[in-house]
């Protein structure tokens, strides 16, 4: 039997019911009145991320949005590096 549900407090119930486990972000919220347990991945290969930024055409020099990505372009970069 499969599920799927949108909402994380619907995820953390049916997992505190029985019905399975769940990937979960590591932002979203789960509720403290479920006997739910987070297990952070391990080992190799490492989970991954991927983010893809979306602008207007035309749009990504406009200067707000040049630093924005510039920002996560920094972000991405510093966090590959302490991977490694």
Known sequence: MRHHALDWYAV?????HGFGIALVPRL???PEQYP???VPLRGEPLPVR??????????EQQPP???ALAALR???DDREVKRV
Do not use: D, E, S, W
């Open 74 to 76: 920094a972000a991405a």
């Open 12 to 16: 953390a119930a049916l997992i505190a």
């Open 28 to 30: 979203a919220p789960v």
């Open 50 to 59: 991927r983010f893809v930024a979306a602008v207007r055409r035309g749009r």
């Open 65 to 67: 949005i040049a630093r």
């Open 36 to 38: 739910v347990v987070r």
